[in-house]
């Protein structure tokens, strides 16, 4: 499996889509807001934001991770996450 779907962005999906891209994995963050899709955009930039600062990973790897997460209001995409 390439590709993870996370369905619901809240605080423990957004936690859920980090800990995924982080490892190394795309994944499809779907919501049905967009005000929650931006929440959790922003709490996963803080949060490898953080993780950078701290010299956990670095800045590259930081925006790598994020660049692997596709923001999506839209459940047809999901279909190419895997299971």
């Known amino acids: 499996m390439e590709t993870v779907g ?10 859920i889509v980090q800990v995924v891209a982080q490892a190394g994995y ?3 963050a779907c ?3 967009v005000e929650a899709l931006e929440r959790a955009q ?4 803080d949060g490898l934001g953080r993780f ?17 997460i596709h923001w999506t209001v839209s459940a047809e995409e999901m ?3 895997g299971a």
Do not use: Q
């Not at 996370?6 to 936690?15: E, Y």
């Not at 922003?42 to 930039?45: I, M």
């Not at 950078?52 to 692997?68: L, V």
């Open 6 to 15: 996370v369905l619901g962005t809240g605080t423990m999906g957004a936690g």
């Open 26 to 28: 795309r994944v499809v």
């Open 31 to 33: 919501d049905r807001s």
């Open 42 to 45: 922003l709490y996963v930039r």
């Open 52 to 68: 950078a600062g701290k010299g956990a990973i670095t800045e590259s790897e930081a925006a790598t991770a994020y660049d692997r």
């Open 79 to 81: 279909g190419e996450a």
